[in-house]
């Protein structure tokens, strides 16, 4: 195995149980297996991968789900190995937490850039350079959101490896000197990843608590409202908008300059 397609093509059935012909065009990204659960009982579709570091499923339309797990070492990791794939595009369903008064707890963001505080970034390109989701990817889930009768949110996420920060003053002081609209550990990495590898992709996330003052902090009752509550809607979205992607088979690759 000398190069990174090598690599990729031998590393992704290992890490998800699933060949790379078995997965789809069209993928969603999550850290839930409860969403691939519920994506699974769905379609109707067996869940491959039990037992892996990722789960998967693929419904009879060619649009798979994998739970690659939570941070932003596992999103590099899941967005190198889809190489092998060469996937048309990749959405995230994830949660954030919210960061402004506006931003409260059900609502959903799509991310218009990520500042990448993670580090993982780092090994894939300069500081500078911007990580952003593909515009014609969030204008698919934009449309679905707005036909539902749903408002969403847009703005700047800060990405990063820290999951314990809650009570760290300082941290949140910094927080609000950015200016972003919510926190997460992967949507960075999966953006500038993914423009390494020169995949679509694109982040639709729910704000699931709002850890910048001690009563909105996740716990595990409140973690589990917001999925009870939200997460069906979430995933319902997530499918919409990427199954009209891949009906209307539209290009959403970016161009190279």
């Known amino acids: 195995m000398k190069t990174k397609l090598d690599i990729a093509k031998n590393w992704l059935p290992r890490y998800t149980g699933t060949q790379i012909d078995e997965f789809g065009d ?35 339309a060619g649009l798979s789900i994998i739970n690659f797990g939570i941070g932003s070492a596992n999103a590099a990791t899941i967005m190198d190995l889809l190489v092998a794939r060469a996937p048309k595009g990749v959405l995230f369903l994830g949660k954030c937490g919210g960061l402004k008064h506006s931003t409260e707890i059900g609502h959903f963001i799509l991310p218009i850039a990520a500042i990448r505080g993670e580090g993982t970034s780092d090994d894939y390109k300069p500081k500078e350079v911007p990580a952003l989701p593909s515009f014609k990817l969030h204008k698919f889930v934009s449309d679905k959101i707005v036909q539902r009768g749903l408002e969403y949110r847009t703005g700047v996420v800060y990405t990063t490896n820290r999951r314990v920060w809650e009570w760290d003053e300082e941290f949140k002081s910094y927080l609000r000197k950015l200016s972003t609209i919510a926190i997460d550990m992967e949507t960075a990495t999966l953006f500038i990843v993914g423009l390494v590898n020169e995949i679509p992709r694109g982040a639709l996330l729910l704000v699931s608590d709002v850890p910048m003052i001690p009563e909105g902090i996740k716990t595990e009752e409140s973690d589990l409202l917001v999925t009870q509550k939200y997460s069906d809607l979430h995933l319902e979205i997530g499918i919409e908008a990427m199954t009209e992607i891949g009906v209307k088979g539209e290009p959403i690759k970016h161009f190279t300059y």
């Open 26 to 60: 069209y993928l969603l990204l999550t850290n839930f297996n409860n969403y691939v659960e519920s994506f699974a009982e769905r379609f109707n579709c067996d869940i491959k991968g039990i037992g892996k570091p990722m789960q998967t499923a693929t419904n009879s």
